[in-house]
């Protein structure tokens, strides 16, 4: 099923499958540098919160994404967390474009509101 963006507004409301899979993935990556057990599920989160993003919160509860760099060429996210190693961890491009559309509310599923 193809989505179809207008101005930041997204038919879908959770993650497709493929993209779904990546992220989870990428988290249970970071889990494992962190000595982690895998997790079947993406944690709900905040938008444009690197400490509190659903990745960040997927990860681990003293997680904190330090920084997040894109490469706009490639479409490559590099998330440094910031725990106790300390890892720097690679995110490709399904990944980068899920935290640009999750800051974007493009998956209000995974939202936790504001009060």
């Known amino acids: 099923m193809a989505t179809v963006r207008?101005?930041?507004?997204?038919?879908?409301?959770?993650?497709?499958?493929?993209?779904?899979?990546?992220v989870?993935?990428?988290?249970?990556?970071?889990?494992?540098?962190?000595?982690?057990?895998?997790?079947?599920?993406?944690?709900?989160?905040?938008?444009?919160a690197l400490h509190?993003?659903?990745?960040?919160?997927?990860?681990?509860d003293n997680t904190y994404?330090?920084?997040v760099r894109f490469n706009s060429k490639k479409e490559v996210a590099f998330v440094t967390l910031h725990t106790i190693k300390g890892p720097r961890e690679k995110g490709g491009a399904l990944v980068a474009r899920f935290m640009k559309?999750?800051?974007?509310?493009?998956?209000?599923?995974?939202e936790i509101k504001h009060d």
Request: net charge positive; hydrophobic share 25%; aromatic share 8%.
């Open 6 to 22: 207008k101005r930041n507004v997204y038919k879908r409301t959770t993650p497709d499958k493929k993209t779904e899979k990546a």
């Open 65 to 67: 994404i330090v920084s």
């Open 52 to 60: 509190s993003c659903p990745i960040a919160r997927s990860i681990s």
């Open 24 to 48: 989870l993935n990428f988290i249970n990556r970071c889990r494992k540098k962190l000595g982690k057990k895998p997790v079947t599920k993406i944690s709900k989160g905040y938008r444009n």
């Open 101 to 110: 559309r999750f800051d974007e509310g493009g998956y209000p599923d995974l």
